[in-house]
């Protein structure tokens, strides 16, 4: 493991006896207008940073330097210096942008913006906006592909997954999946992608070649976040309503666990290791440490008011 690398995954989370070196976790209190700073091998909150209205999500750079933050409240992103924990810019985008995805190489972020029905594209070496690309109703969360040649964004009035071409700069196709989808999450190979939702209690599994739904996998749950195992095996699935985790085995497309966390897990994220994972529980006030080998929850920090993201930084 490289000094200094990071880990910004929307999935990520870290065990404490994963690796030696320190991690800290920052997290969105999207109803405390904070930022809980965790110490992950300690397990405990080392300082409580004052934001806009609305923190609402959490990017850093691969480098570690710098950690991006919706302002939802404040229609801004915010830049901070991880070395400091000091604002470094804001950053005007529109109306309530809401959620971020960080391209694999850092040179850009894909900021959603509901209200205008766009993607936000923010160059990170000049912290400006550079386009914004019009999708469809209510764009929510956005994730990048590993080759970063393609972008997802969850559509979830129109019930279906955008597709962006990021190079091109635009929409180049919408696949319909679930009721109420909030997020897609691609495989590592790049070859799938599955679609969470939070109207029914069905996953779409997409082929990301043909960009159709080629199978679903009944979860007995809505789902909102999730998680990737490294290997692509295991896809882990937050449930909102079921205060749960459930464990997909993406083979055979059958849950074969379920993680009891917080109440209301909005947001979940997975170590690059896919040892540890966490949930942001938005109703306990909390984020859940779990461990992945056990299937079980090992500890549980108090943080602000309604959590909302997870990032993480590695030393």
Known sequence: MRAGAILALFLLGLGSEAFAEPVRLYVTNLGGNTISVIDARALKVTRTIPTAQDPHFAVPTPDGKRLYVTMAGADQVWVFDTATDQVAAKIPLGLRPTHLAMAPDGKFVYA????????????????????KIPTGPEPHITSVSRDGKVVYVGGAESHQIFVIDPAARRLVDRIRVGFLPHLAVFSPDGRRAWASSTGSNELSVIDTATRTVVGKIDVGLNSHGMAVAPD????????????????VDTESRRVVGQIPVGK????????????????????????????????????????????????????
Not at 279 to 295: F, L, P, Q, Y
């Open 112 to 131: 959603s913006l509901e209200t205008s029905q766009e993607v936000g594209v923010i160059n990170t070496a000049t912290n400006r906006v550079e386009a």
């Open 232 to 247: 692509g095996r295991t896809l882990y699935v937050a449930s909102e309503v079921g205060n749960k985790v459930l464990v």
């Open 264 to 315: 209301m897990p909005h947001t979940m994220v997975l170590s690059r290791d896919g040892a540890s994972a966490y949930t942001a529980d938005m109703e306990a006030n909390a984020i859940s440490v779990i461990s992945t080998a056990k299937r079980a929850v090992v500890a549980t920090i108090p943080v602000g008011q309604a959590p909302s993201s997870i990032a993480i930084v590695e030393r």
